[in-house]
């Protein structure tokens, strides 16, 4: 009896490890090292194409509702980020010139949920830059079909040690990609996002 005990609760300890495995400690960095690894051998990075990043919905990224929570979307879109960061050299830019790269929001609106171990792609590509700010789109679709699920944007800027910032612009220049950089586009965006910032107030410094 005890033995038959012992193998179940083995058994129902592997089995949360397997299903909870993602968020166990450690994982997200190393998924981070992996991500850093794998683009030291992945094709020359293309800014019209962007990067893209594959996933399935795992049990930990479930809600109530057994579907993709909503702070899972966050959560799996900065692993396309960081891939689309690393692989377009842009952290490696801001450490060889001594810069600090900073992610100052990220707006999602959901379109079609997604179900246990339904796959996906988070497409991460240059959408435009203002004067301070970088901005990334993001969209989840399924792979086999296209179909969109979510779709977002992520801002990010770049500062001196003097906590100055530096124009995206000049980060972009320097990687051969200013063409791919449309700074009337990134106001307009800013304008937006501002809006929507706007109306979050924020409790006196």
């Known amino acids: 009896m005890v033995e038959i005990l012992t193998a179940a609760g083995i058994s129902v300890v592997l089995g949360l490890i397997i299903a909870y495995f993602p968020s166990l400690p450690f994982v997200y960095h190393l998924k981070c090292g992996y991500l850093i690894v794998a683009s030291k051998f992945a094709p020359k990075f293309d800014w019209k194409k962007g990067a893209v990043h594959h996933g399935i919905v795992w049990f930990d990224d ?5 579907h993709m929570n909503n ?12 891939e689309f960061w690393v692989r377009a050299g842009l952290p490696q830019y801001a450490m060889k010139h ?3 790269m900073g992610n100052g929001g990220v707006y999602f609106r959901f379109i079609k949920e997604m179900r246990l171990f339904q796959r996906y792609r988070v497409t991460s590509r240059l959408h435009s830059c203002d004067d301070k700010w970088m901005f990334i789109e993001q969209t989840y679709s399924d792979p086999r079909t296209g179909r969109l699920f979510a779709k977002g944007f992520c801002k990010t800027c770049f500062k001196r040690r003097d906590r100055s910032d530096v124009p995206p612009i000049e980060v972009l220049r320097a990687l051969g990609a ?4 449309n ?5 307009q965006l ?4 501002h809006a929507i910032e706007s109306a979050i107030p924020l409790p006196p410094s």
Do not use: I, T
Request: negative net charge.
């Open 62 to 66: 479930l809600d109530f509702n057994l």
């Open 183 to 187: 700074v009337e586009a990134g106001r």
């Open 190 to 193: 800013h304008a937006s996002l």
């Open 178 to 181: 200013s063409e791919f950089a």
């Open 71 to 82: 702070a899972c979307y966050n959560k799996n879109v900065e692993f396309a980020r960081f």
């Open 98 to 100: 001594g810069l600090h």
